[in-house]
């Protein structure tokens, strides 16, 4: 094991191409530019501007770190779990930190709720006892309604304040809230990192510390990562070139102790450059039987030593010293996205297609018995024959290069996940990459992705057939008319993006 990441490009074909991203990055001065956080590389952009503090954050955090830690500290002997409330990057950082670095000597557990589907709400309702639990209720934006409505659920459970903390921007509605409820810790982030952009702020840091990581060595590790920074601008210039040469399916490997962090880096790829008919399909998880065709760049994450050759595609093998590299790890793709983003031309600090889906949603939440999702192709799971027409109908027109977005309503359940297993298994008869998001989270991850990126993107939407339900306090509808109108929401948005929709009822 090395005392520093390995990485090696091997861009085969991509070579020439490469070699001409290079020279415009130089002819830009783009590493210096970067680094010396000029909002200037963005000038169309509104939002470059005031989402490079990413970059600083190694500096503008350690005043934080005292106040974080001694928190931690205090929260750590009373109680068990912490439970963190929040959705896309305001959640996922903590989880691959908790996934990686976790479980330090006397210190509780960490788990993410990030889904409004009734039934898995409801289980962690009964699962999570308010005396034992701090509940971590993360938003930049303070105004997330998935987060706010699993709020009102907990809260009315507890009604304790100290058995909460909030981390948002200053001057949101959850800070506000924070202060009414006397909540125990309230977190206010930088406004100038963005969400995906944001695990070693506040949103990455305070969970590290609850669940016994060390936050000051997640910000130490960036930095070589940052002063250092050509080999991840190389990463990015042939992100990049391979997006452009038609190779847009970054197709993810990573050792099993690793695999965690792929979660996180879907989102940072995919809501990145996902925008103005480019982007980077992230791809992991694939079954064995897929097949990497001409569309695909492979990146090899590991701890182990491995063989790039053998891979057959052009690629990049990025060997860790250890999960300890994670700060690292954060910062030198973050580095590389931006650059990726900056050489197809795509703002990475904005996401322009997800406000349609939201508006969307909330229509259909105001007229829930109206036609909200009149025109959408829906058939039921058991009609066998009806579905087999339907999906021949829905992939008639897929050709090599398109890629499958299975989008799953349904609870985050075994048994479900082995039945989209075994899905994906199926679809990989059609020689196109899958890639798999549950809803509402992947509204936040990969929604971006799929509606302002490339054509070619055949949606297959499954949506719970059941009726059950679970009231949300405090408002006059539940979380089942929630999760059926951010369903509704997003297939209206990429029916209208020209997206190959079909959504499946699924029963039983």
């Given amino acids: 094991m090395t005392s520093a990441a390995v990485q090696a490009l091997h861009p085969a074909e991509l070579a020439a191409g490469l070699a001409r991203q290079h020279e415009r990055l130089e002819e830009a001065d783009f590493e210096r530019r970067l680094t010396a956080v000029d909002a200037s590389l963005w000038p169309e952009s509104d939002a470059a501007g005031d989402r490079l503090g990413w970059l600083r954050l190694p500096e503008s955090m350690a005043p934080e770190l005292e106040a974080i830690q001694q ?6 002997g009373r109680i068990r779990h912490v439970l963190l409330l929040g959705m896309g990057g305001s959640s996922l950082g903590a989880e691959v ?25 409801a289980a962690y309702l009964a699962t999570f006892e308010s005396e034992t639990t701090l509940h ?23 009604r304790q304040g100290a058995q909460f903390v909030a981390i948002t921007d200053p001057d949101t509605p959850l800070a506000e809230l924070a202060r009414e409820r006397s909540f125990r810790g309230l977190f206010l982030a930088p406004r100038d990192v963005g969400g995906r952009f944001s695990a070693l702020s506040h949103f990455g840091l305070v969970p590290a510390a609850l669940v016994g990581a060390d936050p000051r060595q997640l910000l130490t590790s960036a930095v070589p990562a940052r002063e250092h920074s050509a080999e991840a601008i190389e990463l990015g210039a042939l992100l990049a070139e391979a997006a452009l040469a038609g190779r847009d399916k970054i197709t993810l490997l990573a050792d099993p102790e690793l695999r965690p962090f792929l979660d996180w880096l879907e989102q940072l790829l995919a809501e990145s450059t996902g925008k103005q008919g480019t982007g980077l399909v992230p791809v992991f998880d694939e ?28 690629s990049v093998v990025h060997r860790w010293p250890g999960p300890e590299a994670l700060g690292a790890e954060m910062m030198r793709w973050e580095i590389a996205t931006a650059t990726a983003s900056w050489l197809i031309g795509v703002n990475p600090f904005d996401q322009p297609d997800v406000d349609r889906a939201k508006e969307i949603a909330r229509e259909a939440m105001a007229d829930p018995g109206g036609a909200g999702d009149s025109g959408i192709p829906t058939v039921d799971s058991d009609d066998e024959a009806g579905l087999e027409r ?21 609870p985050a359940a075994e048994e479900v996940r082995r039945t989209i297993d075994s899905l994906r298994a199926d679809l990989a008869g059609t020689g196109l990459a899958t890639t798999v998001g549950y809803g509402p989270r992947y509204l936040h991850s990969t929604g ?27 408002v006059d509808y539940g979380y089942r ?8 929401g997003d297939a209206r948005a990429l029916r209208e993006r020209g997206r190959k929709v079909l959504r499946v009822r699924v029963g039983g």
Avoid: M, N
């Fill in 97 to 121: 930190i908790q996934a990686l670095l976790g479980g330090g000597p006397g210190r509780p557990t960490l788990t993410v709720l990030d889904s409004t589907h009734p039934a898995s709400v």
């Fill in 481 to 488: 008319r929630l999760i059926d109108a951010q369903a509704i």
């Fill in 390 to 410: 339907a999906i021949a109908d829905w992939l008639g027109e897929a050709r090599p290069g398109d890629y499958i977005t299975l989008q799953v309503f349904l």
């Fill in 71 to 76: 928190f931690a500290d205090e929260a750590a």
């Fill in 448 to 474: 971006q992705l799929h509606k302002g990126g490339r054509d070619g993107v055949f949606c297959l939407q499954l949506i719970d057939g059941g009726d059950d339900d679970l009231a949300i306090p405090g």
């Fill in 287 to 314: 079954p064995a039987e897929a097949h990497l065709g001409e569309d695909r760049l492979i990146v090899r994450i590991g701890v182990a030593e491995a063989d790039a050759e053998s891979l057959e595609h052009p």
């Fill in 136 to 158: 971590v209720v993360a938003s930049k934006s303070g105004s997330t309604l998935e987060t706010l409505s699993l709020l009102r659920s907990f809260w009315e459970q507890s």
